[in-house]
């Protein structure tokens, strides 16, 4: 998939961290900073507006670096676009625009990582990512909301001889693009994937909406939540999060006590499969 992926940058201002765009993978095909047209900046021709960029360079996906209040617009103009992916890293967005924005994307055919993303990648086969490169090939999906878990976890993995099939940041925030359930429907079509580890936290209710993806996934599928302590919550404040966790409990998933445990989990997982 990754040789078809021709990605750009969008930015309200050239003043990015040149050290960090160059280290990206794919490397980017051109960028849009408006009224920054015909200028060439990292080796790549910039753009005025998505529209152009595809005109010219004929992208697929693209980054997003902009301030929280102009990601809506600059979510339309790649929707209007038709680009494949939108990797969104911009975090505080009005809860009013993410939802405007979700509604105009459930429409579309784009697909968007975030708020708050680092993409995702494919270890040895491609990236879409912004994400260090820490991750080795191998049997393990890390779908996650926080990119330093993912980190932790991959270092677990890695000690133990484990490495990723995919790993995916799908960002935190009451409303995102795609997320767990998408994330395992991806993993799923990966034939390499042997186990799936789930890193939550307890807020939002995108585990209730991906039961049914779990339940469909035949390989393990490892839940690390991040706050609650299994298999029972004592503090009353917690509550909300019991619908959650029963429907969890319902599917074959396993629960991570911490996220010291989820080498060993997968390990043992990988000798039972």
């Not at 926080?146 to 932790?152: F, G, I, N, P, V």
């Not at 997320?179 to 994937?193: N, P, Q, S, V, Y």
């Amino acid at each position: 998939m990754f040789k078809k992926i021709r990605t750009i940058f969008y930015s309200d201002t050239e003043n990015l961290d040149s050290g960090f765009l160059e280290s990206i993978h794919p490397p980017f095909v051109g960028g849009v900073i408006p009224d920054f047209k015909g200028k060439t900046l990292f080796g790549v021709k910039i753009f005025d507006t998505i529209k152009q960029a595809c005109q010219n360079v004929h992208c697929t996906a693209v980054f997003l670096f902009v301030d929280p209040k102009n990601v809506l617009n600059v979510v339309e103009e790649v929707i209007d676009a038709k680009l494949d992916w939108v990797i969104c890293t911009t975090a505080n967005i009005a809860q009013e625009d993410l939802l405007e924005m979700k509604e105009k994307l459930d429409k579309s055919k784009t697909k968007m990582l975030g708020p708050n993303s680092m993409g995702f990648c494919i270890p040895k086969s491609g990236s879409l990512s912004i994400m260090p490169d820490i991750f080795q090939k191998g049997n393990v999906a890390l779908i996650g909301k926080s990119d330093t878990l993912l980190y932790e976890v991959a270092c677990q993995l890695r000690e133990k001889g484990l490495g990723e099939s995919l790993v995916m940041h799908i960002g935190k925030g009451p409303v995102r693009g795609i997320g767990f359930k998408e994330g395992l429907k991806m993993a799923r079509d990966i034939e390499d994937t042997k186990v799936c580890v789930l890193l939550s936290d307890v807020v939002g209710n995108e585990e209730l909406e991906c039961i049914e993806q779990i339940k469909k996934t035949p390989i393990p599928v490892i839940v690390l939540m991040p706050g609650v302590s299994f298999p029972e919550i004592k503090d009353i404040e917690m509550s909300f999060v019991y619908d959650k966790i029963n429907a969890l409990k319902n599917t074959h998933a396993t629960f991570a006590k911490n996220f010291l445990e989820i080498g060993t989990l997968c390990q043992n997982a990988l000798r039972n499969s």
